[in-house]
Each structure stands twice: as C-alpha cells, then as structure tokens.
C-alpha cells in the first residue's frame, strides 16, 4: 500500500505539467482494465484539456478526451467519447428480465457534448449545449429477446439535438448541503428520440472525515420505439446500480436510489497544504426499478444491492473508484472515473 501511494504522489507531483491517475482494475461489464485518466493544466488558471481512456479484456475500449474553459461568466466543457464493446449481455426489456436468459452483441458509439454553465449567486446553476450521437449495432446473436424491443433501431443511426440541465444546490443548515436537478436532452436525425431525469441529493458531515450521502433518481424516455439499442433506457452497472449488468432492467421509465457512507483515511499535502491525494472507504445500498409507467412503480418491484468501496482522489478533481455490489445475483465489481451520484 505505501509503495502505491508514494507512486501515486510522484505521478500527481510530476511538476505542473499534467496529472495522472492510472488504471488497473475489474469491472464485470468491461473485465480487467488497463488505462488511466490524465489531466493537463492549460494556461488561464482552472482550464484544463482531459483523457479518460481504457482497455478492457472483455472486448471494451473507451477513448474520451475533453476540454474545459472557465470565464468570467461560466463554463465551456466539451467531450467526445468513443466507445467500442464487444460480446456486451443483452437481457430483454421489462423489470423482471431472466439473468440466465440473456443475447450477446457488439456494438460501437461515438457522442460528442458541447455546452455552457452559468452559475449564479443564489445556488443556482444552468446549462444548455448540444449532444451529437453515432451508434451501431452488429454481430447480434439470434434470439427471441430482440423480438420483444419495444424499437428495433439496430443499424448505424446518427442523431443531435438541444441538452440542458438546472440545478440548485442549498446549504443545509448542518455541515452539508441538499442538491436538486433536472437536466433533459432532445435527438433528431435519423431518429427523434428525447429523455428528462430529476435528480436529488443530500449529504452531511457528522464526523471530520466522513459524508453521509443520500440520492434518488427518476427518468422518463419518450419515444423509445426510435431509441438506438446502446442508448436504451435502464438501469445496472451504467447509471451505477452497481449489483447488476449494463441495462438489467429496461422500461421507459426507471428510478434509482442510493444512500452512501464514506470515510476518508489517508491524506496527503504538499509543502504548501495543497491537497495531492486522498484515500477514502464506503459502504453504500442501492434501490431500483424500471417500468412502462408512473403507476406501475411499486416498493415490490424494487431490486437492491449492498456494496463496499475504495476512492483515490488526487487534486484537479480526479477520482478512480473500485466498488464491490452484492444484488440479487452474487457479486459485481466496477471500476470507474466518476462519481456513483
């Protein structure tokens, strides 16, 4: 453990030139992964151009560089992400999806986001870009389960459209805050196809190094006739429902719940008290269900999941995160670059 931290200092303290955090880990929807995230300072304080990029031996390769600029009255972030997955489960459509039943495929998609935030004094915040998608569909193994789609958009399809989000975030009267967002984005081209996501959040610090967090999230796709396979609408491992498989449970509509308990027990400052890395335990449990609508949603549809976790946080907001879920079906692990919520 102390030769990887004192590794990972010298990777952080690599003069000002850039910062890296490297990859070596599992997931269960990419397999063991090799790859990194590197960040590198620009010349106006706060700008910065970035690489989120892996290989995974389950036939996953993600290349996503990204560049970030601040002025005086916002932000311009942008991306564009490649994504290339091989033999990736697909287990049908519906809440109650067999995970013994389940038809491979491999898949590619490019996005690339361009938007501006404005933040105002009051705790609120705004959004607007625009989202373009490129995604294909090939190598399908035959299966009964394709035939119950409630869309079958399976070929190269292009799309773009308007995406923006609000979000108020409120100082709570203890040490913490409660965050509320609704962010929403619109597709046409080949397809038309739009989606909206509430979201709310709190956290509080009862202890110095520890956060209780507590989150819900509930989206709506509309039109999911004409939605690309890779861009369904559900839940598992890709909103970080972490006990379950990529799109585990599907439906137009779907909600998750998370709550979060994390400890911070290794810190590391320069010379100068500016922060270099932090190492960070949690345990958190999950809730969540998919369905066709509001008025199917019940508390005995629900799945669940508990897990545990280990953060390394270096300075310019860099985050990798190894979580291990216990759901329904025996254990997952994941391995990312954002945050669970």
């Known amino acids: 453990m102390r030769q ?15 910062t890296a955090l490297p990859a070596l880990g599992y997931s269960a929807s990419t ?16 700008d910065q151009f970035s690489i989120d990029t892996y290989y995974g031996t389950a036939g996953v390769i993600k290349f996503q560089p990204g560049l970030t600029r601040r002025f005086d009255n916002g ?13 990736k489960k697909w ?13 491979a495929m491999d898949y590619e998609k490019q996005n690339i986001i361009a938007d501006f935030t404005i933040y105002s004094d009051n705790g609120f915040s705004f959004t607007a870009g625009v989202d373009v998608r490129h995604s294909s569909v090939f190598n399908r193994e035959e299966s009964t389960l394709w035939e119950r789609l409630p869309g079958k958009v399976f070929a190269s399809t292009w799309s773009a459209g308007p995406c923006g989000r609000i979000t108020y975030t409120l100082s709570a009267p203890f040490d913490g805050d ?42 709506r796709q509309f039109n999911t006739a004409d939605t690309p396979l890779p861009y ?14 990529d799109n ?3 439906g137009q509509l779907w909600t998750l719940y998370q709550l979060q308990v994390k400890n911070n027990i290794y810190s590391v400052h320069d010379f100068e008290g500016n922060h270099l890395l932090t190492i960070a335990l949690v345990a958190f449990a999950e809730a969540g269900e998919a369905a066709e609508d509001l008025q199917l949603l019940s508390t005995g549809g629900l ?29 997952l692990i994941q391995t990312g670059f954002d945050q669970a919520f």
């Open 4 to 18: 990887a931290i004192f590794t990972l200092i010298l990777i952080t303290a690599a003069a000002n030139a850039f």
């Open 31 to 46: 397999g063991f992964i090799l790859g990194g995230y590197l960040i590198f300072p620009l010349t106006s304080p706060g």
């Open 75 to 87: 932000l311009l972030a942008s991306t564009l992400e490649y994504r290339k997955v091989l033999e």
């Open 91 to 103: 287990y049908g459509w519906g809440n109650n999806t067999n995970p013994d039943s389940s038809a």
């Open 178 to 219: 409660i965050l509320l967002s609704t962010e929403g984005f619109y597709q046409t081209g080949d397809v038309s196809y739009s989606g909206i996501t509430g979201k709310i959040r709190g956290s509080v610090k009862p202890w110095t190094a520890g956060t209780v967090t507590l989150g819900g999230r509930i989206h």
């Open 232 to 245: 369904a609408s559900g839940i598992g491992q890709n909103v970080n429902f972490r006990g379950y498989s």
């Open 248 to 250: 585990r449970f599907t």
């Open 303 to 331: 799945h669940t999941d508990l897990g545990l976790g280990l953060r390394l946080e270096i300075q310019d907001g860099a985050e990798m995160r190894v979580d291990a879920a216990w759901g329904d079906e025996g254990m």
